[in-house]
């Protein structure tokens, strides 16, 4: 029998809103990095940020998924389908149009170089064409992208696909339930990272293992019994995340070639572990921050995290862009980078959540809840 009772996670919350703030951190590293081709560059790069970075996210944007999914069940159950897809469509479809309009074009126009206007850059940004064949990223140009809400593209179109395909979902997953079967959904994961390869574009990661963690956090929210099983297995989850990442992380690091698409027997093998140790450490972290009682109610941070994470990358690149002329050293040019677009964002949240229209328009009137 299929039980389902909770009604409230105050731990997604938290995971939410640590994953969204560390966004920050995160893509100001880049910044410095010496191999990836972000929007702003310092002088001197390093690859110690890279390496650093593959801690985080093998799992980081996974979560944001898997809790997502989570919360598309309860909204789902609460509003029915259509509900669900209207509320979606409003709640994240609104400050997806608004920031692709106003501010995301411009860490686009500072790579170009910054030498015109902003104003004329626009319309370069918007000469835009249809392109099906990059789904669900139908629209394509030469300066346009939507930027670093690729996540609220993706959550947008998987919960359409959710609200209508939820009524041919089962609910009853109590096999998972036994003794480390919770860790057996790592196998449709990790043949998609080795057959649809990886996305440097989308944190190194295929929209299809993002898809499949969206669907897995549905599924788990729908039977109460996995929710005890990922309590019960946490620590085996734990332990062998921690085995399989370092053992994958050999086939990115030392085996010549592109391991995120090349189908050599050592990448194949590292895409694997990382799609295997990503859903363990994933159960990890859910099954044991699951073991304590978190307060019910949500703090200034957790109300501000859909802000933060539509407004934090234009903050970042256009504060790096003058940071980086400065005569200093990595370390303070990064912690200048953090602490202004810190300041920055959450000055911004401050100001425009007492604005009715535009709160509404940048997600600065909700909890966050992705």
């Known amino acids: 029998m299929v039980t389902q009772t ?11 809103t640590a994953v969204v703030f560390g966004l920050i951190f995160a893509h100001a590293a880049l910044v410095f990095d010496a191999e990836d081709d972000f929007y702003v560059k310092n002088a001197d790069t390093t690859s110690v940020t890279m390496i650093l970075a593959g801690f985080v996210i093998i799992w ?29 469509l409003l709640r994240l479809g609104l400050p997806l149009v608004a920031a692709v309009v106003t501010i995301v074009p411009i860490p686009q126009w500072i790579r170009s170089g910054a030498t015109g206007s902003y104003w004329a850059f626009l319309p370069e940004f918007f000469d ?7 789904f669900p990223f139908v629209l394509d140009g030469e300066h346009f992208e939507v930027g670093h809400l690729w996540f609220v593209v993706m959550l947008i179109v998987w919960s359409l696909v959710l609200a209508a395909t939820a009524r041919w979902i089962p609910a009853d997953y109590g096999f998972l339930a036994r003794r480390g079967f919770v860790l057996l959904p790592f ?3 990790a043949l998609v990272c080795v057959f649809a390869g990886l996305e440097q574009q989308f944190a190194a990661w295929s929209r299809w293992a993002y898809l499949l963690f969206f669907l897995y956090g549905y599924i788990v929210a729908a ?13 085996l989850a734990a332990l062998i995340g921690a085995v399989l990442f370092p053992v994958g992380a050999i086939g990115f690091l030392l085996v010549p070639g592109d391991p995120l698409t ?6 194949v093998a590292a895409r694997a572990l990382y799609g295997a140790a990503s859903w363990c450490i994933c159960v990890a972290i859910l099954g044991f921050l699951d073991r304590r009682t978190w307060p019910e109610e949500g703090g200034y941070l957790m109300a501000a995290a859909l802000f933060v994470y539509i407004v934090h990358q234009p903050v970042v690149v256009a504060t ?5 002329r400065w005569p200093a050293p990595i370390p303070v040019k990064y912690a200048a980078i953090v602490a202004v677009s810190f300041a920055v964002t959450l000055a911004a949240y401050e100001i425009v959540r007492r ?3 535009l709160r509404e328009l940048f997600g600065a009137g909700q909890a966050g809840r992705a």
């Open 187 to 189: 196998v449709p994961i």
């Open 223 to 235: 039977d109460d019994r996995l929710r005890a099983a990922m309590r019960r297995d946490a620590p």
């Open 320 to 324: 790096a862009f003058y940071v980086v």
């Open 128 to 134: 835009v064409r249809l392109d099906l064949a990059d």
């Open 6 to 16: 909770s009604t409230r996670r105050p731990e997604l919350d938290l995971i939410r």
């Open 60 to 88: 980081a944007m996974p979560l944001l998924f898997l809790v997502s999914g989570v919360a598309a069940f309860y909204s789902l159950r609460k509003r029915g389908a259509g509900g669900f897809a209207k509320d979606r």
């Open 355 to 357: 604005i009715p229209y």
């Open 262 to 267: 090349d189908m050599a027997p050592a990448h």
